[in-house]
């Protein structure tokens, strides 16, 4: 059998994974506060008129959300600008530049293997939706 690198997906910006987790935190407040609201532990006393305070806390944990919308999105653009800019010629597991290395070998910063026409499927994986020049 030949020893064909493993299909593997090219790796995300920390900005990408940080928004992730950002917006999964604030799923998981929201999910919290509505679940304890369906079981009766309200946070406040449902037969007054909440204060403003703790009329806002839903719509608190549901705003938390945005932010991890917003970086994972920016995160996600800066990520695709940098594989086009570079022709998918970036390490799949580090993201370090292989423009003027030969067809295959390791990646000088983190040491994996590569083979130059099998970054850009790795980086399409990433990032289904980009554009690459040919060649
Ligand atoms: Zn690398």
Redesign the pocket.
Known sequence: MSSKPPRRKGRRLPMEYIGMAVMIAGSLLFIFWIESARRGYFLYNPTTKPSLTEGWVPYGYAASMLPGVVMMRRGRSMGKRQVVANNARL?L??R?PLNDLSETGN?P??G?PYVLRLLREGWRRTYPEIKLPRG
Do not use: F, L, P, T
């Open positions: 390490c597991g580090c370090y990646c910063e983190c994996d």
